[in-house]
């Protein structure tokens, strides 16, 4: 109920701010929009398009993930945060934001994408949606800690994506290759290491991000 | 009387190569107002804040008691209240709304009567709709208070507690010191002598070292 309670309070303060929000919808945009610029009449093959989407939604991650730690440091309110809950229940309140940020934004970005990208056309769609998931999980988990790493660095906005792409990097190509499946309309059966890839990530990730956090948070 | 006890053994705290203090002992119970003095740069606010958990020691061990069994790091903020220049609050959110998160994230229940009350105490109760990016930095001090006592904590700690604080509040600060210290632990870091005379032992952080000064 701690967590659920600073989830609320992160959701407040954003949708007072909308620091985080306007500036990831701007991203979203502004990205998409040069890739068809780039694009122009030329037709992608879906391999392309399926890698773009993740490249998209990886950089639209370092843009607005970071924010869960950053703000609160760039504030001063960490200390305070630090008075009033245990290190697990700051962890899981941040995870939780960013999880609903990371679902809210690449649902935006998969919508776009679909509706501007021909090429980008999923034949089996319930391998994707569980690429999707378990994909989106994993990068609010591995963000979330990352932000949590960087906060207290000087020159965070280099360090974030710098920190984020060897992690991530793993979960980024099984996600690439996964969709690439989905679009040829492989079957779940055919997809059930990168499946298994996915989950593992995942359970390490979380596993990893509860056991290394408590140093991370504490002076 | 409150059973909560802390213990401070062999405190040393270095940053990069600088010594800030060494095998520093510091141990109260029950109730009472501790005093620590000393001059600029010596330590003070980066004792309490090992002492409050908010960071380590380089070497030495606090342990905080409560009814007779350790506290554990994780729940020692239902036990502990702090106020500092440096605790900052919500500036987006009003000052209820301030007291509101954060006691649900700190999982404690508060009844309207004592929220009102600590407003209308430290003065601010008109304006406790109002966010605090409007407050003046004496109406934040204030509600640092507030958010330090809703939880009726069994130990404060006050870093510079009438900082920034008018003659009105520095008297409110001292009557809530004193009442607060006759069933808790108060620990109060300063170097006004008004704010220690309240004091029942106080100590002098100097030389890397700590003294006591006043029992």
Redesign the interface.
């Known amino acids: ?2 967590a659920y ?2 989830f ?2 992160d959701l ?2 954003e949708l ?2 909308r620091y985080a929000i306007n500036s990831l919808i701007m991203f979203i945009v502004v990205t998409i929009s040069v890739i068809l610029f780039s694009i122009g009449n030329e037709r992608i093959s879906d391999f392309l398009s399926g890698g773009l989407f993740w490249v998209v939604i990886f950089f639209s991650a370092m843009s607005g993930l970071s924010r869960a730690f950053v703000s609160e440091e760039e ?3 960490t ?11 700051i962890f899981s ?1 941040k995870l939780f934001f960013n999880l609903i940020l990371v679902f809210a934004m690449n649902i935006v970005v998969a919508l776009l994408y679909s509706a501007l990208f021909d090429s980008f056309v999923l034949k089996n769609l319930p391998l994707f949606i569980y690429a999707f998931v378990l994909g989106n999980i994993g990068i609010a988990i591995a963000s979330t800690l990352i932000a949590s790493i960087i906060a207290k660095a000087s020159s965070k906005g280099t360090l974030y994506p710098v920190l984020s792409f060897p992690i991530l990097l793993p979960l980024m190509l099984t996600l690439i290759d996964l969709t690439k499946q989905a679009m040829d309309g492989a079957t779940f059966e055919s997809s059930y290491v990168e499946l298994a890839v996915l989950g593992c990530y995942d359970v390490v990730m979380i596993a990893a991000s509860y056991l290394l956090f408590d140093f991370i948070w ?2 | 009387m409150s059973s909560f006890e802390l213990h401070a053994e062999s405190i040393s705290k270095v940053f990069g190569r600088r010594l800030i203090f060494k095998d520093v002992d510091f141990s109260c119970k029950g109730n009472g107002i501790y005093g620590i003095s000393g001059p600029n740069g010596s330590g003070k606010s980066t004792f309490l804040k090992i002492i409050t958990g908010i960071i380590s020691p380089t070497k030495g061990k606090v342990t905080h008691i409560f009814d007779g069994k350790e506290v554990d790091s994780d729940h020692l903020h239902k036990y502990l209240g702090f106020v500092a220049p440096y605790v900052i609050l919500y500036d987006e959110f009003s000052a209820v709304e301030n007291i509101h998160f954060f006691s649900k994230i700190r999982g404690i229940n508060f009844t309207q009567e004592k929220l009102d009350f600590l407003f209308q105490h430290f003065g601010i109760f008109d304006r406790k709709n109002d966010l605090v990016k409007g407050y003046s930095s004496g109406m934040k001090q204030r509600l640092k208070f507030i958010f330090a006592l809703i939880h009726s904590p069994k130990i404060l700690f006050f870093d510079e507690p009438t900082s920034n604080l008018d003659n009105a509040g520095k008297e409110r600060v001292y009557q809530t010191i004193e009442e607060e210290a006759k069933n808790n632990i108060v620990i109060i870091a300063s170097n006004e002598d008004n704010d220690l005379a309240l004091c029942t032992t106080v100590l002098e952080l100097k030389n890397y070292k700590i003294e006591r000064l006043q029992d």
């Open positions: 109920m701690s309670a600073l609320k309070k407040a303060s007072r701010m504030r001063g309110t200390l305070t945060l630090q008075l009033i809950a245990s290190p697990t229940t309140g504490k002076d």
